[in-house]
C-alpha cells in the first residue's frame, strides 16, 4: 500500500520527461519501452543500440533523460556518457545494467551519469530513479549503494582526489591481454619495455581494485571489450 501511494505521488510531482534508450538488445528496449508506454511522465523520442548512435541521437534530439547499458560493442555506455554530455549537456544519464561491479559505478558516476540501476530493478525503483535523476538528483541501486559509500578503497593510496579510469594506453593492454598475449608480446605490438608493460598491469589491477589476471579478464568482457572494436577510449 505504501509503495503503491509513493509511486501516485510521484506520478503527480513529475512532470513530462523525454527520454532516449540505449540497449545493444533489442529485446530489452522493447520492454522498457512497453513499460514506459504506460507512464505519462516519460515520453521517449528514440531507441538506439550501440554508443556512437546515441551520441548521434542525443544531439539530435536533445532529451531529458538517457537511460543506458554499459556493455555494448564498440563504444560501451561509459565512454558514451562522456560524449554525450558533451554534445548534449544538459541531459541526465540512468545507466542500467546487468552489472553490480563497484569500479563500474564509481566510472559512471565520474563520467557524469547522475544514476546506475540493475536490470532486475522492478517498475517502482525505475520510476523511482527516473524521478530522482530528472529532478536533480542522483541515485544508485539499493543494493549497491553501502558498497559504493567506501568509495574506492585504495583512493588514500597515492593521495587520488577522484576515482581513475582506464587510460587509453591502458585500455589497449587490457584488450590484448583478452588476446591471451603475453608481456613480451604486448610490448612488442606497443612499442614498450616487457618492463613497462608489467608497471601497467599492476596500475590497471589498482584502479580496478582486482587481485589478478581473472578479475581483470572478467571486468574487461562486462565492459564488452572482448572484441576486436575501437578503443572506448579513443
Not at 549497491?144 to 559509500?149: D, F, G, M, S, Y
Request: glycine share 8%; charged share 25%.
Amino acid at each position: 500500500m505504501q509503495a503503491a501511494l509513493i509511486f501516485a505521488a510521484m506520478q503527480m510531482k513529475m512532470n513530462t520527461s523525454t527520454l532516449l534508450l540505449v540497449d545493444d538488445q533489442s529485446m530489452m528496449l522493447d520492454g522498457i519501452e512497453s513499460l514506459l508506454a504506460t507512464m505519462d511522465e516519460v515520453k521517449v523520442l528514440g531507441r538506439c543500440t550501440n554508443g556512437k548512435d546515441a551520441v548521434a541521437q542525443a544531439e539530435l534530439l536533445r532529451p531529458d533523460l538517457v537511460l543506458m547499458d554499459v556493455n555494448m560493442p564498440g563504444m560501451d555506455g561509459i565512454e558514451a556518457t562522456k560524449r554525450l554530455l558533451k554534445v548534449s549537456p544538459d541531459s541526465k544519464v540512468l545507466i542500467l545494467s546487468m552489472y553490480g561491479h563497484k569500479e563500474f559505478v564509481l566510472e559512471v558516476m565520474e563520467a557524469g551519469a547522475c544514476g546506475y540501476l540493475l536490470k532486475n530493478a522492478g517498475k517502482l525503483e525505475l520510476m523511482e530513479a527516473l524521478h530522482i535523476v530528472a529532478t536533480g538528483g542522483k541515485y544508485v541501486a539499493r543494493e549497491l549503494a553501502a558498497v559504493i559509500a567506501n568509495g574506492d578503497r585504495f583512493k588514500d593510496r597515492r593521495g587520488e582526489t577522484r576515482y581513475g579510469a582506464l587510460s587509453k594506453r591502458e585500455v589497449d593492454i587490457v584488450r590484448l591481454i583478452l588476446q591471451e598475449r603475453t608481456s613480451q608480446e604486448i610490448a612488442e605490438s606497443l612499442f614498450l619495455s616487457s618492463e613497462t608493460v608489467e608497471t601497467h598491469r599492476r596500475n590497471i589491477m589498482h584502479k580496478l581494485d582486482v587481485r589478478n589476471t581473472a578479475g581483470l579478464v572478467k571486468y574487461a568482457m562486462e565492459r564488452g571489450w572482448g572484441n576486436n572494436n575501437e578503443s572506448t577510449n579513443r
